[in-house]
């Protein structure tokens, strides 16, 4: 990576700052803040506010995911190895790809997901470790109280 850091503000703004402190760009985003910036490894820019919208290294508006005035995003947003965001909307943990998204077993209140190298999916939801296949399918939960 080039030291680019990428910064939410209350302003409703993402900024794109050079590691010298200058600024290349800024991004007028759905609400103040974000619940999570994230860079894949072709420079994609995903921020979860609300809404997730996924950016160009440049800054440029790819999609976005808005569902309804009752559907947002809920959670921070984690990158599989294969560049997938993964985040909860609606109390579901889904996979946001362009038009692909996946339900993930009993996500319910699910906090921020966890990948792992395998594209295993994590989420610990009600006292329970959930884990699901890259598919979506279950895999195993353990309740941790």
Same mark, same amino acid.
């Given at each position: 990576? *080039? ?12 900024? *794109? ?7 290349? +760009? *800024?991004?007028? #985003?759905? $609400?103040? =803040?974000? &619940?999570? #910036? ?5 420079? !994609? ?14 800054? /440029? !508006?790819? +999609? ?7 559907? %947002? ?15 909860? #909307?609606?109390? $579901?943990?889904?996979? %946001? ?6 339900? %993930? ?6 906090? /921020? ?5 395998? =594209? ?8 329970? &470790?959930? /884990? ?9 939960? &353990?309740?941790?109280?």
């Amino acid at each position: 990576m *080039d030291g680019t850091i990428y910064i939410g503000s209350t302003e409703k703004k993402l900024y *794109d700052i050079n590691s010298d402190g200058s600024k290349k +760009w *800024d991004y007028t #985003i759905y $609400s103040s =803040g974000a &619940l999570g #910036i994230s860079v894949d490894v072709t420079g !994609e820019i995903y921020v979860a506010t609300r809404r997730l919208t996924a950016l160009s290294p440049a800054g /440029a !508006e790819l +999609w976005e995911e808005s569902g309804s005035n009752s559907s %947002f995003i809920q959670t921070a947003v984690a990158l599989s190895r294969y560049g997938a965001p993964y985040g909860r #909307i609606n109390n $579901s943990m889904k996979s %946001f790809r362009s038009s692909l998204q996946r339900n %993930f077993h009993g996500s319910s209140g699910a906090n /921020a997901p966890v990948i792992s190298t395998d =594209g295993s999916v994590y989420a610990v939801t009600n006292g329970q &470790l959930l /884990a699901s296949r890259y598919d979506g399918s279950p895999a195993w939960q &353990l309740d941790i109280g």
